[in-house]
């Protein structure tokens, strides 16, 4: 087990929806976005089930564990919200209205996701038990929207559009991680992860050289990586893919079984190496983008 000190951000307010770091090496136009580290629980979250079974939606310590590529150049964007709050990788209307009292007054449509019980704003918790004893009111769920989700979009379009204007080309990892065994909630349940799944939504939010240049990288550092299999990439690489523009997105999925008991949440023995090899892709990233500038 590893213990991690407590983080301190100076000059940051508690209730900042949104942290940004800046990069502490020569700045390269690389963004990194966590949307699910979040660990700060809003008081208005009247979740059901204990605070344990809601936290095992998040991506614990995925913003940590990239902290290293601020050395390399890169940005980093991370939301300290919980994602079953409100879920920035998710897009507006992707509701369920099954989970709305009164009237909900804009455009609605069950993804695939919102079946899950995962769209949004989570319906289940994993395991797929009900998040709520209740129905939530349009007006919290706007509220949820304004003071969540569209700060944490707002910092991250504006980190790369700002790099995309300085540079002519932006590259940008959308970081999360994944539990070991697809669960009720995911469409493989009872199957094993790889150790990396990389989305790319079949090839359509950056061009195949980054995918490759990351699968490369992982699998030359003795992992195991799939792509778009079971994870293409939701709505952030959806939404700020664009290729043909200079924009590339991917979305890194890490098996939290390299890093972390699923359960308790703790680190486990395999973090530092983990954290090590995550600091070595990043500085690949960074050869990979010098060439192309
Ligand atoms: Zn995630």
Known sequence: MVRLPPER????SDDAPVLRHPPTGEPLPLVLDSPHSGERYPGDFDH?????????????????????ALRHGATLIEARFPRAYIDPNRSLDDLDPDLIADAWDGPLQRSRKTEQGIGLVWRLARGGVPLYGRKLRAAEIRGRIERFYVPYHAA???????LHRRFGAVW???????????????DD??????????????????AAEFTATVAATLRDLGYQVAINDPYKGVEIVRRYGRPAAGRHS??????R??????????PNAGYPALEADLDRLAAALAVFIRARL
Request: proline share 5%.
């Open 9 to 12: 951000f100076d000059g940051v």
């Open 48 to 68: 059901l089930p204990p605070r344990a079974e809601v936290r095992r939606a998040e991506d614990t310590h995925v913003a940590r564990l990239w902290r290293g």
């Open 156 to 162: 991250l379009s504006a980190e790369l559009d700002a």
């Open 172 to 186: 940008h990892v959308d970081c999360h991680s994944m539990p070991a065994v697809g669960d009720v909630n995911s």
């Open 189 to 206: 349940p009872g199957r094993a992860r790889d150790d990396f799944v990389l989305g790319d939504r079949d090839g359509t939010t950056c």
């Open 250 to 255: 991917l979305q890194i999925e890490i098996n």
């Open 257 to 266: 079984r390299l890093y972390m008991d699923e359960h308790t949440l703790i």
